[in-house]
């Protein structure tokens, strides 16, 4: 796998060199087209995900207790917390939702620093090649700029009160392993993963369907890739 990582950027340039077709993009083009399908991706995300609800009700990212804290939420339900419960859930996905909003100028500068070896490893690359490019080259950042908007806003929407509330709650029950009350790193954990999870899919609605791909450029780029592709 990395071996044909390494020559997928030669092999690219070879069937650009080789083709005959009117319909081949040049190199700029195919750099041009794939920024284009990854700002339309990460925007869409980050859009779509920093909007009220946008955590909270998809399913695919809401926030929930941490695993850890599970056993914990079922014990305190069943004593009649249950509003605490939900308020816990629904301050997490709130500070996420917030969190999200920081995120696109973290796409742009990794979008704008892609060399043309990435480009050509995306466009030949996995369904979800960008998607990784992006975990790689933007995880760190995300963390540092995500944290403190988390715990700001944890503390906004009463989640650190909330949770600290159950968690000590629940720390007085006898015989039990105790939870820590802080859920700032793990909120921060899981918007990131929020993220990358819708990105993933606005990459494959791109990779997948035509009408997904809304400018000229990208239609001509990855409509030369799937031929590409479909010849290897």
């Known amino acids: 796998m990395k071996a044909l990582r390494l020559i997928l950027p030669f092999l690219f340039l070879a069937i650009i060199a080789t083709s005959a077709k009117a319909q081949t993009p040049s190199t700029i083009e195919m750099a041009s087209g794939l920024k284009q399908a990854l700002e339309q991706?990460?925007?869409?995300?980050?859009?779509?995900?920093?909007?009220?609800?946008?955590?909270?009700?998809?399913?695919?990212?809401?926030?929930?207790?941490?695993p850890q804290a599970q056993k914990a939420?079922?014990?305190l339900r069943k004593l009649g917390f249950n509003k605490l419960c939900d308020n816990v859930i629904l301050s997490l996905n709130r500070a996420a939702e917030d969190a999200a909003k920081q995120a696109e100028p973290i796409f742009v500068n990794a979008i704008k620093q892609m060399t043309f070896a990435d480009v050509s490893n995306i466009l030949l690359g996995n369904k979800d090649a960008a998607t990784q490019y992006f975990k790689k080259s933007t995880t760190a950042q995300l963390t540092a700029k995500f944290k403190p908007v988390i715990q700001v806003s944890l503390n906004k929407v009463g989640a650190t009160k909330y949770y600290g509330d159950a968690a000590q709650a629940y720390n007085k029950l006898p015989f039990i392993s105790h939870i820590n009350p802080d859920i700032s790193d793990y909120a921060t954990q899981?918007?990131?993963?929020?993220?990358f999870v819708e990105i993933a899919l606005e990459e494959l609605d791109i990779r997948k369907n035509l009408s997904a791909r809304s400018t000229p450029t990208m239609k001509k780029v990855f409509s030369f890739a799937d031929k590409v592709k479909g010849a290897l």
């Not at 991706?41 to 955590?55: M, R």
């Open 41 to 66: 991706a990460t925007n869409k995300s980050t859009v779509k995900l920093s909007a009220v609800n946008g955590f909270f009700g998809d399913a695919a990212v809401k926030i929930l207790f941490p």
């Open 73 to 75: 939420e079922k014990t």
């Open 190 to 195: 899981k918007a990131i993963d929020g993220i």
